[in-house]
């Protein structure tokens, strides 16, 4: 039994012998076996790596409103009560439209008071020139019966002056009645401020008052903003002065409508840097339809900057 177990124990060993030897074979010809073209490692690369071309310009973004040349508060011409509104916020109106009417009464009797009398002093500027003409041929008269020696040269006198005296009456009242036709005028003017009238199209923003109110000179009535064209004015450091030209095009665009794109053309530069802040001041306008854009929004411009 001993030398049988003995008999296994040298076989085992034997077995292990053969492998480890197999082993160390296959590990030299591994290392032994040449490298293939797709194991070996690429050689490095001496070519140089393309680099990104740097960008050749830079772009500033200026904000400010978009705005509108023609944007007014209408404020009362004159103290008195606005007896009827009509027009309202929201309605588009054209110039001369009336929008509101004062309580024009009292000046209304005042100017027809004053054309009567305008009239009653063109009347007797008509006699005075009447007179004259009498007085004129009366001289005439004297005149004739002084050459023929059956007047006194006294009479002659007294008919030469009286003509004359009735020409400087005549230019007294022709002064008058042009005083009067001046006062009838300012009347008219004064009848005319109680009426509130859009100066320009566009349309009625807000209306600050409400009929059967009392308003003085200078109070706000309406505002009244045009619709187009729209512009954006804003300023620029003077470093700038030189690179913007009128008729120049920017990029423009609103975060109030970030899906539109707009164009704006350059129609104003300042000649000069203001000194208090050193910069110039610059206005643009907005190229073809404004779509959703509304005077008041906010706008971004873009402004190239060469390097």
């Not at 140089?48 to 050749?56: E, F, I, L, S």
């Not at 004259?132 to 059956?150: F, H, N, P, S, T």
């Not at 000069?272 to 906010?298: F, R, Y």
Request: net charge neutral; hydrophobic share 40%.
């Amino acid at each position: 039994m001993n030398g049988y177990k003995t008999a296994v124990i040298l076989a085992c060993c034997g077995s292990l012998v053969l492998a480890a030897g197999c082993g160390e074979n296959k590990t030299e010809a591994a290392s032994a076996a040449p490298l293939t073209a797709s194991q070996a490692s690429p050689p490095l690369s001496t070519a140089p790596t393309p680099v990104a071309p740097a960008k050749t310009e830079d772009a500033l973004i200026v904000t400010g409103p978009i705005i509108v040349e023609h944007q007014v508060d209408i404020a009362a011409q004159r103290d008195g009560i606005v007896s009827r509104i009509t027009s309202d916020a929201g309605e588009r109106v054209k110039a001369g439209t009336a929008l509101a009417q004062m309580d024009d009464r009292q000046l209304a009797a005042n100017l027809a008071a004053a054309r009567a009398k305008t009239r009653s002093i063109a009347a007797d500027l008509k006699n005075w020139q009447s007179e004259a003409e009498v007085l004129k041929a009366d001289y005439g008269r004297a005149q004739k019966l002084w050459d023929l020696g059956l007047i006194s040269e006294e009479q002659l006198q007294h008919a030469k002056y009286k003509a004359e005296s009735d020409q400087w009456d005549i230019k007294r009242v022709s002064e008058t009645l042009n005083t009067a036709q001046e006062e009838e005028r300012a009347l008219e003017l004064e009848l005319e401020k109680t009426r509130v009238i859009a100066p320009f199209n566009g349309v009625i923003a807000r209306r600050y008052v409400r009929e059967g109110q009392s308003v003085v000179k200078g109070d706000r009535l309406f505002w009244v903003t045009g619709e187009g064209p729209l512009r954006m004015r804003f300023t620029l450091p003077e470093k700038f002065v030189g690179r913007l030209k009128k008729g120049q095009e920017l990029p423009l665009t609103s975060p109030d409508v970030p899906e539109e794109k707009h164009r704006a053309r350059v129609v104003e530069v300042s000649p000069v840097v203001d000194p208090a802040s050193g910069t110039i001041e610059v206005l643009v306008e907005l190229i073809g339809v404004p779509g959703a854009l509304k005077p008041g929004m906010t706008a971004d411009a873009a402004i190239s900057i060469p390097r």
